[in-house]
């Protein structure tokens, strides 16, 4: 098979197109003939040298695939009702980014009706992270708050629909007025330019005074002390990376007196029982809500796979509004 590989750490030039084995799932996987991959920064991070893959996993990156059932576990499959070419998309710890992936069949999805291969492809890394954090830990509810940092990124369009689906209020912030724009067209209250103004008086304004419940935090470092400041009384930040830094200093008063929580997750290393809860939550209570187009795919560009180094150096570049991907049919 074709595949993308990391021949050294590196820029995203290091990303070379070669041939591997044909990969066999095993019990409880599928074999899936992938159309396209979706992109994510964890991707970008095994690039650098930075996010090591569990143990047994390809060395491959690529978290999520969108294609048709090419082989499996046959009583497995039965059981998911599964067959063979059915569309499916899956969240996978890693070799995404070739022409063949082994899938387990508990994180297997059926493409929602009426999407595309590549829309299905931007889907589950982003869907199950935000489900992950803001629903199942930070404990989400209809008509609270959601801060989510970064509303323009892959996770940031799915965590805004998403909220606003299950009848949450979303504040966003981002670094553009033109990215602001593009979140309030997907639904969000209100976006804030955080190069131009002070999120924190900028929530507080907002909410009058009362704070939001739940903060996605995609930056960590000195903002956690900040999004305590936002937060309302028993409100919860969910720490998903760490691209402001590692280190913060916090009043631990407040977090004291107005009851609040951190919590830090990660998704690939969790086992496949955790996932699978996740998958089950995601396609009983998520994927009617796609195929009824209350929530849709927001894919800021497609490119064939053996441009992955170009998609890399988008992604990097923080231009882009929603999810890049990988078309291994060109």
Same mark, same amino acid.
């Given at each position: 098979? &074709?595949?993308?590989?990391?021949?050294?750490?590196?820029a995203?030039?290091?990303?070379?197109?070669?041939?591997? !084995?044909?990969?066999?799932?095993?019990?409880?996987?599928?074999?899936?003939?992938?159309?396209?991959?979706?992109?994510?920064?964890?991707? #970008?991070?095994?690039?650098?040298?930075?996010?090591?893959? !569990?143990?047994? #996993? /390809?060395?491959?990156p690529?978290?999520?695939?969108?294609?048709?059932?090419?082989?499996?576990?046959?009583?497995?499959l039965?059981?998911a009702g599964?067959?063979?070419?059915?569309?499916?998309?899956?969240?996978?710890?890693?070799?995404?980014y070739?022409?063949?992936?082994?899938? !387990?069949?508990?994180?297997?999805?059926?493409?929602? $009706?009426?999407?595309?291969d590549?829309?299905?492809?931007?889907? !589950?890394?982003?869907?199950?992270?935000?489900?992950?954090?803001?629903?199942?830990?930070?404990?989400?509810?209809?008509?609270?708050?959601?801060?989510?940092?970064?509303?323009? /990124?892959?996770?940031?369009?799915?965590?805004?629909?998403?909220?606003?689906?299950?009848?949450?209020?979303?504040?966003?912030?981002?670094?553009?007025?033109?990215?602001?724009? $593009?979140?309030?067209?997907?639904?969000?209250?209100?976006?804030?330019?955080?190069?131009? +103004?002070?999120?924190?008086?900028?929530? +507080?304004r907002?909410?009058?005074?009362?704070?939001?419940?739940?903060?996605?935090?995609?930056?960590?470092?000195?903002?956690?002390?900040?999004?305590?400041?936002?937060?309302?009384?028993?409100?919860?930040?969910? #720490?998903?990376a760490?691209?402001?830094?590692?280190?913060?200093?916090?009043?631990?008063?407040?977090?004291?007196?107005? &009851?609040?929580?951190?919590?830090?997750?990660?998704?690939?290393?969790?086992?496949?029982?955790?996932?699978?809860?996740? $998958?089950?939550?995601?396609?009983?209570? #998520?994927?009617?809500?796609?195929?009824?187009?209350?929530?849709?795919?927001v894919?800021? +560009?497609?490119?064939?796979?053996? +441009?992955?180094?170009?998609?890399?150096?988008?992604?990097?570049?923080?231009?882009?509004?929603?999810?890049?991907?990988?078309?291994?049919?060109?």
């Amino acid at each position: 098979m &074709r595949a993308i590989e990391i021949t050294a750490f590196g820029a995203p030039e290091v990303l070379r197109e070669t041939t591997r !084995p044909d990969p066999a799932p095993g019990p409880g996987e599928l074999l899936i003939r992938v159309a396209a991959s979706g992109i994510n920064r964890p991707d #970008v991070l095994q690039r650098k040298g930075l996010y090591p893959m !569990p143990p047994g #996993v /390809s060395d491959l990156p690529g978290l999520e695939v969108a294609g048709v059932v090419a082989g499996g576990d046959a009583t497995a499959l039965k059981a998911a009702g599964l067959a063979l070419g059915d569309r499916v998309c899956a969240l996978v710890a890693g070799g995404g980014y070739a022409e063949l992936c082994v899938a !387990p069949i508990a994180q297997t999805l059926p493409v929602p $009706a009426g999407l595309s291969d590549i829309e299905a492809a931007s889907l !589950p890394e982003t869907f199950f992270t935000v489900w992950q954090n803001v629903f199942h830990i930070a404990g989400l509810q209809a008509g609270e708050w959601l801060l989510v940092q970064g509303g323009s /990124s892959g996770i940031g369009v799915t965590a805004v629909q998403l909220a606003k689906a299950l009848g949450a209020q979303v504040i966003v912030t981002a670094g553009s007025d033109e990215k602001c724009a $593009a979140c309030v067209a997907l639904g969000a209250d209100h976006a804030i330019n955080y190069r131009t +103004q002070d999120f924190v008086a900028e929530v +507080q304004r907002i909410t009058e005074q009362r704070g939001v419940d739940v903060v996605l935090d995609m930056v960590a470092g000195d903002y956690i002390a900040r999004e305590l400041e936002c937060l309302a009384a028993d409100g919860r930040i969910a #720490v998903i990376a760490v691209q402001g830094g590692t280190k913060s200093a916090l009043d631990v008063g407040a977090l004291l007196r107005k &009851r609040l929580s951190i919590v830090g997750s990660t998704l690939r290393p969790r086992s496949l029982a955790y996932k699978a809860v996740l $998958a089950t939550a995601l396609r009983e209570k #998520v994927w009617p809500l796609i195929e009824a187009g209350r929530i849709e795919p927001v894919v800021h +560009q497609v490119f064939p796979a053996t +441009q992955a180094a170009a998609a890399h150096a988008l992604m990097e570049s923080s231009t882009h509004v929603g999810k890049i991907v990988l078309d291994w049919r060109t």
